[in-house]
């Protein structure tokens, strides 16, 4: 599975979107985008996952940019249940057994 | 939908016992589940891989007699931790596989937070 490189951290004021950069250049083409979040001594929560389209669901948006070297999850109202670390992993989406492997994720704090 | 169980919650045991935790697909059913350890400020651990009906396949480094893995039904895998000792404190996390719209999306469980005394 390709790897994927996210800042460590990043702020964002309440009410504001947050927009939470990944890359991952060396992604192939059968290979998903998925984006999960872990909020302190939970479980990871999906949020959402895309192929080469921008996707849009209730609790984010998705874009993936053209050549699909990179993308960026955006919580578009973000509140402070939404402080968590976001992980963004790559992974071939086409059968069964594939492995979710976390990095270390961005540590997203929304701020009053 | 997709909502995942752990019993228990946390769990506190002396050195040398076993402990065993469950894990619940509540409104799908899940052919594969996984199993992973998260220590203090570390990211998540695949410790095995549980396909319904079959044995586990561990990673590498995972004692598969210590860490016991049961997937006797699509709703249900279970994780033993036999004969356990403080360093096998940790947070244990299931996940199960859904296969909606024909893409695998891992839905995690709340964890289980063992201390081993």
């Known amino acids: 599975d390709a790897k994927t490189t996210q800042p460590p951290s990043m702020d964002c004021a309440e009410g504001r979107a947050a927009n939470l950069p990944c890359n991952h250049s060396?992604?192939?083409?059968?290979?998903?985008v998925y984006w999960y979040r872990q909020i302190h001594s939970q479980g990871p929560q999906y949020i959402i996952h895309?192929?080469?389209n921008n996707e849009t669901n209730e609790m984010a948006s998705l874009i993936i940019t053209e050549d699909r070297k990179s993308s960026t999850l955006i919580l578009p109202h973000a509140t402070l249940r939404d402080t968590a670390v976001y992980y963004c992993?790559?992974?071939?989406?086409?059968?069964?057994?594939?492995?979710?492997?976390f990095g270390k994720g961005t540590l997203l704090t929304v701020n009053p | 939908g997709a909502v995942v169980s752990q019993h228990p919650s946390r769990v506190i045991c002396k050195s040398g016992t076993s402990v065993k935790i469950e894990c619940r697909s509540l409104?799908?059913?899940?052919?594969?589940m996984f199993w992973y350890r998260q220590f203090p400020k570390k990211s998540l651990m695949l410790m095995a891989t549980?396909?319904?009906?079959?044995?586990?396949?561990?990673e590498q480094g995972v004692e598969k007699d210590k860490f016991l893995i049961n997937h006797a039904s699509l709703t249900l895998s279970t994780l033993t931790v036999t004969s356990a000792h403080p360093e096998d404190s940790s947070f244990y996390i299931c996940?199960?596989?859904?296969?909606?719209?024909?893409?695998?999306?891992?839905?995690f469980g709340p964890g289980t937070r063992l201390t081993v005394l």
């Open positions: 996940s199960a596989e859904s296969q909606r719209g024909g893409i695998d999306t891992q839905y």
């Open positions: 060396t992604i192939s083409g059968n290979e998903y």
């Open positions: 895309g192929l080469k």
């Open positions: 992993i790559v992974m071939g989406g086409g059968g069964s057994n594939y492995k979710l492997t």
């Open positions: 409104d799908f059913q899940a052919t594969t």
């Open positions: 549980s396909n319904e009906g079959s044995k586990a396949t561990y």
